[in-house]
């Protein structure tokens, strides 16, 4: 794993967009959120025990991979994985320290393009050098070609794959398919399989990459699919326990309110399928 060395980052543009405007607008029809719920409504469908947690709350930390509890709900929404393969952060925090955990300067990264900008230039500030895999239109409706991925795959030697998908700005979802293909892409080339999955669980989902692939990594969270975005809460699963060991050590502690609320959630389950666990057998 990479000693942890960031680049200065050109500013972000879309937050500061958000920053003038997201509060003075009168109709706002760039949200990429669900409605978000609210705190007397989620205290109000606290069970006995986790309502017991959150009137006895100190407002400090939790353990430094999150809450014992929430662990074993996570891992109970992840087909074959333990509580012990994950690391609860903030999504965004993730994704600096998800690229800074795996890259060295010059390493390649394939990432799904357009996309939210720090999950490019995260990358770039640790050292990566990005190629973009753009998105194909046929009668209007996106499609990422996974015969694209191979080209660019061919020619940057990537160290890590990344994706989002259900694709975030256009929808794009690959079929079964087409996902067990993206994985045999990165088994070709040794490369990990990074996949931004916060928008998991609102319509057809795929099997999840830490539960398909020996080199994968998910990044989950409340903020789309449970709305719950001031929560800024999060998680990575991943199978590769170097790597989460890695991106432990370079964050603080969870903080508690936000893991108790995110506990009330109780995190619906959404199994992988039969065939990822299949494709779990193949290690690295």
């Not at 794009?172 to 490369?191: I, M, N, Q």
């Not at 975005?229 to 790597?243: K, N």
Request: aromatic share 8%; with cysteine; proline share 7%.
């Amino acid at each position: 794993m990479s000693a942890l060395s960031l680049q200065p980052t050109p500013p972000f543009v879309l937050e500061r967009f958000f920053a003038a405007h997201e509060f003075s607008c009168k109709h706002a029809l760039c949200s990429s959120d669900t409605e978000a719920v609210s705190l007397a409504d989620t205290v109000a469908r606290m069970s006995g025990d986790t309502r017991a947690l959150w009137e006895s709350l100190s407002l400090g930390y939790t353990e430094t991979r999150g809450h014992p509890r929430m662990l074993e709900l996570l891992a109970e929404d992840y087909d074959g994985l333990a509580p012990a393969n994950f690391q609860e952060l903030a999504p965004q925090e993730a994704i600096l320290l998800t690229f800074a955990a795996l890259l060295e300067p010059g390493d390649a990264v394939v990432a799904t393009a357009p996309g939210y900008q720090s999950f490019f230039t995260c990358a770039e500030a640790a050292g990566g050098v990005v190629a973009e895999w753009r998105p194909r239109f046929d009668g209007g409706a996106a499609r990422f070609d996974v015969a694209d991925l191979e080209r660019l795959c061919a020619a940057h030697r990537p160290k890590c794959i990344a994706v989002n998908f259900p694709h975030n700005p256009t929808g794009a979802l690959p079929s079964e398919e087409e996902w067990a293909r993206v994985v045999d892409v990165c088994d070709a080339h040794g490369a990990y399989l990074f996949a931004d999955e916060i928008y998991r669980g609102l319509g057809r989902t795929l099997p999840a990459a830490a539960a398909a692939y020996g080199r994968g990594i998910s990044l989950g969270g409340l903020s789309k699919s449970l709305g719950m975005p001031g929560v800024r809460a999060g998680w990575l699963a991943a199978e590769d326990d170097a790597f989460l060991t890695r991106v432990a050590e370079l964050r603080a502690r969870p903080p508690a309110p936000s893991e108790i609320l995110r506990r009330a959630t109780q995190i619906p389950r959404r199994r992988t399928t039969r065939r990822s666990a299949r494709r779990r057998r193949r290690r690295f």
